[in-house]
């Protein structure tokens, strides 16, 4: 099955604005995490949101999470130039001890100066 | 900041070679991990490591793929005979003993088979 599925595949806004990406999943789960690519780059570890929370924030970015639609939202405020990068969902699956991550194929997000 | 590294970040072999890939984990960290990314896909997991043994693998990681830990620092990855399909970004991670998920990635090692 199909686990951390983003949307939109690609995002495109000017420099202040907001910029929100979604991700959904299938399986029941102990965490989701955000995590960020800069082109041809190592993953960066943006925010991790248990599965009893509904909310959290850090910095400019706030994660929401709803078990009950099996979804998450990524919001990132006053963007800039260097948010510039691919955005990926992943989830780590309820039941599993090894913390496998599953990720989902990312969003581009491209923030015009 | 502590920080994975990994080895080389680049390399470039012929089909049915062998390759080994180095990452050197954060010092004190006690879970390692290796994903990979083929070009435009999504980061995939390939094993999980834990107290000197593999905890979990996926089916990619056939008998092709192995890892060792031979000593107190470094991480290895290595494929035998390596295919085209091989072809891909490498990550290694890893994660500490407070287990709060979240891992901590190395730049990759960008293998490509020819």
Redo the contacts between chains.
């Keep these: 099955s199909q686990q951390g599925e983003e949307d939109p595949q690609a995002l495109s806004i000017q420099e202040g604005e907001n910029a929100t990406m979604n991700c959904s999943y299938k399986t029941s789960i102990n965490n989701l995490q955000w995590y960020r690519q800069n082109s041809g780059r190592g993953l960066v570890h943006l925010i991790l949101i248990r599965s009893n929370e509904r909310e959290k924030h850090s910095g400019r970015l706030r994660v929401t999470l709803d078990t009950s639609k099996k979804s998450s939202s990524l919001l990132i405020t006053a963007s800039r130039a260097a948010d510039t990068a691919s955005y990926f969902c992943a989830t780590d699956g309820r039941g599993g001890s090894n913390y496998k991550l599953t990720f989902g194929k990312g969003t581009l997000l491209t923030v015009n100066p | 900041e502590p920080e994975?590294t990994q080895t080389p970040s680049h390399q470039v072999t012929q089909m049915g070679q062998e390759v080994i890939l180095h990452c050197v984990p954060i010092s004190n960290h006690l879970?390692f991990?290796w994903?990979r990314q083929i070009l435009g896909?999504?980061?995939?997991?390939l094993v999980?490591f834990?107290n000197n043994e593999i905890?979990?693998k996926s089916e990619i990681f056939d008998d092709q793929f192995s890892v060792e830990r031979p000593d107190g620092s470094n991480f290895t990855l290595k494929i035998r005979s390596t295919k085209l399909e091989d072809s891909a970004m490498y990550?290694c991670?890893s994660?500490g003993s407070g287990?709060?998920?979240?891992?901590?990635?190395?730049?990759?090692s960008r293998l490509t088979v020819l």
Excluded at chain 2, 41 to 45: A, G, L, N, P, T
Excluded at chain 2, 99 to 108: D, I, N, Y
């Design positions: 994975v879970y991990y994903y896909q999504k980061v995939e997991f999980s834990y905890s979990e990550f991670a994660m287990r709060t998920g979240e891992l901590f990635f190395g730049e990759g």
